[in-house]
Antibody, heavy 122, light 107 residues
Framework: EVQLLQSGGGLVQPGGSLRLSCEAS????????MSWVRQAPGKGLEWVSA????????YYADSVRGRSTISRDNTWNILYLQINNLRAEDTAVYYC???????????????WGQGTLVTVSS | DIQMTQSPSSVSASVGDRVTITCRAS??????LAWYQQKPGKVPRLLIY???SLQSGVPSRFSGRGSGTDFSLTISSLQPEDIAIYYC?????????FGGGTRVKIK
């Protein structure tokens, strides 16, 4: 069974940093590009960042570019998202997501991780 | 960036009704569109990919159509368990973008 187990959320002060983790199992992690998607409380879905299967191709949303780093460890099957200089508008549930096919360019996601809440507040 | 516009923002229908949600892309995305369902308090779930392909395990009452800039998701016979927010997502280019969501309610 494919599983994406997330950790690392919590309450952070404005200007602080956080690293989110997503431990993958049940599939060959190194074959898949991966992404992060977030959802502010009561709001819609916002794609945040993507990384190629070998960690090469990396993309960011404008809202986090310059403050965030996506990375992966294909030995331990873990996806990471580090966000620095956190702002109130970064408050959201962050989801780790897997594309349904290994084919490069597949950007339809299933399953989604359980989500981890990041709250930026003083 | 490609803007995705969904309509309506909310729809109320009776059990057994046919419900259609539309999604418009700000430019041609061919068939590179997905639909997701998010039930209250739950994680989003993929329903349709490539505009019209049904994801494994999704009931056949869900269907998608369209290409280019105009797309639709249809629930052929609304069931109580279909109460959710539905989102479209373009998969054509980064940044990936989602529609604002359509809330489906039972009348």
């Amino acid at each position: 069974e494919v599983q994406l187990l997330q950790s690392g959320g919590g309450l952070v002060q404005p200007g602080g940093s956080l690293r989110l983790s997503c431990e993958a199992s049940g599939f060959t992690f190194s074959d898949y590009a991966m992404s992060w998607v977030r959802q502010a409380p009561g709001k819609g879905l916002e794609w945040v960042s993507a990384i190629g299967s070998r960690g090469d191709a990396i993309y960011y949303a404008d809202s986090v570019r310059g403050r965030s780093t996506i990375s992966r460890d294909n030995t331990w099957n873990i996806l990471y998202l580090q966000i620095n200089n956190l702002r109130a508008e970064d408050t959201a549930v962050y989801y780790c997501v897997k594309p349904i096919f290994t084919v490069p360019g597949t950007r339809w996601f299933d399953p989604w991780g359980q989500g981890t809440l990041v709250t930026v507040s003083s | 960036d490609i803007q995705m516009t969904q309509s309506p923002s909310s729809v109320s229908a009776s059990v057994g009704d046919r419900v259609t949600i539309t999604c418009r892309a700000s430019r041609d995305i061919s068939s590179r569109l997905a639909w997701y369902q998010q039930k209250p308090g739950k994680v989003p779930r993929l329903l349709i990919y490539s505009a019209s392909s049904l994801q494994s395990g999704v009931p056949s009452r869900f269907s998608g159509r369209g290409s280019g800039t105009d797309f639709s998701l249809t629930i052929s016979s609304l069931q109580p368990e279909d109460i959710a927010i539905y989102y479209c997502q373009q998969a054509d280019s980064f940044p990936l973008t989602f529609g604002g969501g359509t809330r489906v309610k039972i009348k």
